[in-house]
């Protein structure tokens, strides 16, 4: 079955800064990455995706790419604000887009 | 639309008790997704319905975890007996699947305490 590793398990930047965080993922048949943000005692949000056939994506000050030789893809939160604090994860969806394994999360701090 | 709604918001039970979490998904999406996330193994899927249909039950920890749907806007998760290491938060999530929109939309998650 797929494995999607997830690092780092914590991240502390200051306000403005960047953070990047990494998954890899082991079947090569994976097709969709979504990341969702999880703030505390709330459900899991979807902030950003990509699907297998791009490159890269966009939206504001979150990025996310894949690299699908590699099978890693990252996400890129530029200009950090205290209100992204929360639990980041990452997932690899394959099996028409049904079959899902998440990553253990990150568990982002950005310091005022 | 309300999104996915879920009950109870808190169950707590005592072990060898019947559990039975809810989940109305929101109308119209075709796909449902049962998770439970815990501290040490995170975000686990459960097990996944296609109209209503169970297609993959492999995250289904054992045999005291029983999920139906009988119909597009209803689902449960059944546990019996419970069990301690059954505590977690357990989520139920919907999918449109249509139009290319593959977005999950999480409930708000049954804290479950089981003592």
């Known amino acids: 079955g797929e494995n999607v590793e997830q690092h780092p398990s914590t991240l502390s930047v200051q306000e403005g800064d960047s953070a990047v965080i990494k998954c890899t993922y082991s079947?090569?048949?994976?097709?969709?990455f979504p990341w969702y943000k999880q703030e505390l005692g709330k459900r899991p949000q979807l902030i950003i995706d990509?699907?297998?056939?791009?490159g890269e994506k966009k939206d504001q000050r979150i990025a996310v790419t894949l690299n699908k030789t590699a099978k890693h893809f990252s996400l890129h939160i530029t200009e950090t604000q205290p209100e992204d604090s929360a639990v980041y994860f990452c997932?690899?969806?394959?099996?028409?887009?049904?079959?899902?394994?998440f990553g253990i999360g990150t568990k982002l701090q950005v310091i005022p | 639309d309300a999104g996915v709604i879920q009950s109870p918001r808190h169950e707590v039970t005592e072990m060898g008790q019947e559990v039975t979490l809810r989940c109305k998904p929101i109308?119209?999406?075709?796909?449902l997704f049962w998770y439970r996330q815990t501290m040490m193994r995170g975000l686990e899927l459960l097990i996944y319905?296609?109209?209503?249909?169970?297609?993959?039950d492999s995250g289904m920890p054992e045999d005291r975890f029983s999920a139906k749907m009988p119909n597009a806007s209803f689902s449960t998760l059944k546990i019996q007996p419970s069990e301690p290491r059954d505590s977690a938060v357990y989520f139920c999530?919907?999918?449109?699947?249509?139009?290319?929109?593959?977005?999950?939309?999480f409930g708000p998650g049954t804290r479950l305490t089981v003592t």
């Open positions: 319905f296609n109209n209503n249909v169970p297609i993959d």
């Open positions: 997932a690899a969806f394959s099996g028409g887009y049904q079959k899902v394994t």
């Open positions: 109308s119209g999406h075709n796909s």
């Open positions: 079947d090569s048949a994976s097709n969709y």
């Open positions: 990509i699907r297998s056939n791009v």
């Open positions: 999530a919907s999918r449109s699947g249509t139009g290319g929109n593959y977005e999950q939309y």
